[in-house]
């Protein structure tokens, strides 16, 4: 006597109810369990923890700040099991934490997907199948972006960014920098927050990540020419 094979078990983190729903009947509708949907980071780690799925599939921002919770939530589970099958989507390529997520578990397992170039259904399925079969599937734009961000950490940086790192580099404080620019401390801590993410700087204390970020800066920039 023949069984039928096990489905699928996926834990699904997305915050938008309609995708959510969507994400979650379209892959019922191809064989897979989907045992939980979930709409914040926590919640998917909480999930994951709670019934050891075959496949995560998750949004990249979700709340509290819309920024990278999903992708740093992939990046913690794979760290804690490099065998577990992750594939994140985005409506647009964060650059933050993807490269860790894809040399994770030896680049095996993992996919990072833009959700406006996932057009086809029947597409869509198979790359997750292609994940959970061991290998690897990246949209071509991420990887053009990561290779591009490899060869120059600080061009992912804004113009205004540049300029605060510059700043930082002289050694001026927040508050120095906000009466420089003539904006809030608010808006250069937001600017600052932006700069060591994007630099993909690990996570110590804020005073150290700014020490590398200005060693970032220092190796990045052209060597000056003329008198000293």
Request: no cysteine; hydrophobic share 45%; glycine share 8%.
């Amino acid at each position: 006597m023949r069984t039928e094979p096990t489905a699928v078990r996926v834990v699904l983190a997305e915050d938008g109810v309609l995708l959510r729903e969507g994400l979650a009947g379209l892959l019922a509708r191809f064989g897979f369990d989907v045992v939980a949907a979930v709409d914040d980071a926590e919640a998917l780690l909480a999930a994951v923890a709670e019934h050891r799925p075959d496949l995560v599939v998750t949004d990249i921002r979700m709340p509290p700040d819309f920024s990278d919770e999903g992708l740093r939530a992939a990046v913690r589970l794979r760290r804690a099991d490099p065998g577990l099958a992750v594939v994140a989507l985005s409506q647009y390529v964060e650059l933050s934490y993807a490269a860790d997520l894809l040399d994770s578990g030896d680049g095996r397992r993992v996919g990072y997907l833009l959700k406006d170039r996932v057009v086809d259904v029947a597409d869509f399925v198979a790359a997750l199948r292609q994940v959970l079969d061991g290998g690897t599937v990246v949209d071509a734009q991420v990887i053009r972006q990561l290779i591009g961000r490899r060869r120059d950490p600080l061009a992912a940086l804004s113009p205004r960014e540049h300029e605060v790192l510059a700043l930082i580099a002289e050694g001026h404080s927040n508050a120095a920098i906000a009466r420089r620019l003539v904006v809030t401390d608010a808006t250069v801590g937001k600017h600052v927050r932006s700069i060591l993410a994007k630099l993909d700087l690990p996570q110590t204390d804020d005073t150290h990540r700014r020490v590398l970020a200005v060693l970032t800066y220092l190796r990045g920039r052209p060597p000056a020419t003329g008198p000293a």
